[in-house]
């Protein structure tokens, strides 16, 4: 996923958009879980702000697996992450490490892993297939979303038990 700054970089005020589309593969998140079938869509631009580049733009992956916080099933849904970052010309000078941007050096400018740590930063943290999913019950496990159970007609408060007893014992 390179990015050509052959002429934007010659020229402050520039400005270059560019896209891609690849499989997760190619940005290197093939170990990863729930990529396997995802196709990623990157749409920016490149400004030249006179001192820097700056890359900006959206990255949109469709078909990624999630495994629901609740009822743990599988279920594919898609990403939109935004994304920045800014590319100083490679000096003698210029340590990487020591500032918030990163260096280019030549024509080119490969934002392949901006990509990756930005999906991976991106990914949910509580992934739920659906709002309102019902998750499992916790007392026999059964997806309430598929169906229902019977623990909680069976399952009876401990307070409310005393009451059926004694509902019971006026019944005529
Ligand atoms: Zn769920
Ligand atoms: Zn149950």
Same mark, same amino acid.
């Given at each position: 996923m390179k990015i050509n700054i052959s002429q934007v970089k010659r020229e402050i005020g520039r400005k270059e958009s560019f896209s891609f589309v690849c499989s997760a593969r190619d940005v290197g998140l093939l170990e990863e879980q729930g990529w396997l079938d995802a196709t990623i869509y990157v749409d920016g631009e490149v400004v030249n702000t006179g001192r820097l580049l700056e890359i900006a733009g959206?990255? *949109? !992956?469709?078909?990624? *697996?999630f495994v629901c916080n *609740?009822?743990? %099933?599988? =279920? /594919? &849904? &898609?990403l939109e992450v935004p994304f920045s970052e800014e590319f100083q010309a490679m000096t003698? %000078?210029? @340590? %990487?490490? #020591? @500032? #918030?941007? /990163?260096? =280019?050096?030549g024509d080119e400018i490969d934002i392949t892993e901006l990509v990756r740590e930005s999906l991976l930063l991106a990914e949910p943290l509580k992934a739920l297939c659906r709002e309102d999913c019902k998750g499992l019950c916790l007392h026999c496990g059964t997806n309430l979303n598929l169906t229902s159970c019977s623990c909680l007609e069976r399952i009876v408060d401990? *307070?409310? !038990?005393?009451?059926?007893?004694f509902v019971k014992k006026t019944e005529p």
């Open positions: 959206i990255i *949109r !992956a469709k078909q990624v *697996r *609740r009822c743990l %099933e599988e =279920y /594919s &849904s &898609s003698l %000078e210029t @340590n %990487e490490e #020591d @500032n #918030d941007f /990163s260096c =280019y050096q401990p *307070r409310l !038990a005393v009451l059926q007893q």
